[in-house]
């Protein structure tokens, strides 16, 4: 009866490194999300996953960031190359369908 | 796209009344939530209306007018440990997608 979890809950990298976060979804939720919260800042939509379609990539900010997800499992995303301004907490969450989603503790990325 | 607008601050006495608006342009309207979040922490879900009126829950209500592009959150008897932002997000399902976009949030100050 976990919720989501996500990994690590904190990353520091130096710039032009490449980073990977990881999300694990509760068991049968079908869509996962991906999000960035800059300090103080709303909730920015990334990546969207519904089951075994194929995700709307609509809010990646640049070619830097991709991700990828095993089925209804476990999620990554990866930003390449970072740069200072992709510091951030980044945050996932979970739904079955488009219903109420549940977010994981998020992962917060320091690019020194 | 969406646009979502809720204002940046408010303040309230502990056991007063306070309502945070929301007001919302969008296509593909299905739903819209009200998310709260303490400083440091994950989005926790409080609310759902997909259909115009209101929805009571304990100390908080949600109204929802469709036609007005409209919503509001009313927390009621107000407490210390409300102290915290509120994110109104709008889902939207749009070309088989359906999303869930955010506002910026209102960050809520109760005082004594």
């Known amino acids: 009866g976990a919720g989501v979890s996500q990994s690590p809950s904190n990353k520091v990298t130096e710039k032009g490194k490449d980073v990977e976060l990881r999300c694990d979804p509760i068991?049968?939720?079908?869509?996962l999300y991906w999000y960035r919260q800059r300090l103080g800042q709303g909730l920015e939509f990334l990546i969207y996953?519904?089951?075994?379609?194929?995700?709307?990539k609509s809010g990646l900010p640049s070619d830097r960031f991709s991700a990828e997800r095993t089925g209804e499992s476990v999620s990554t995303l990866t930003i390449q190359r970072t740069q200072q301004e992709d510091s951030a907490v980044y945050l996932c969450?979970?739904?079955?369908?488009?219903?109420?989603?549940?977010f994981g503790p998020g992962t917060r990325l320091t690019v020194t | 796209g969406q646009n979502i607008d809720q204002p940046t601050e408010m303040t309230a006495t502990e056991g007063a009344i306070v309502q945070i608006n929301c007001t919302y342009q969008?296509?593909?309207?299905?739903?819209l939530f009200w998310y709260q979040q303490h400083a440091g922490e994950a989005p926790t879900f409080l609310s759902y209306?997909?259909?115009?009126g209101l929805e009571e829950k304990g100390r908080f209500s949600s109204f929802l007018s469709r036609s007005k592009g409209y919503s509001y959150l009313l927390l009621k008897e107000l407490q210390m440990k409300d102290s915290a932002s509120y994110l109104c997000?709008?889902?939207?399902?749009?070309?088989?997608?359906?999303?869930?976009?955010f506002g910026k949030g209102t960050m809520l100050l109760v005082s004594p």
């Open positions: 996953f519904q089951g075994n379609s194929a995700p709307d």
């Open positions: 209306n997909v259909l115009d």
């Open positions: 997000a709008v889902s939207s399902s749009n070309s088989g997608y359906s999303t869930l976009t």
């Open positions: 969008t296509s593909g309207f299905n739903g």
């Open positions: 068991s049968g939720h079908t869509a």
């Open positions: 969450a979970s739904s079955l369908e488009s219903y109420e989603q549940y």
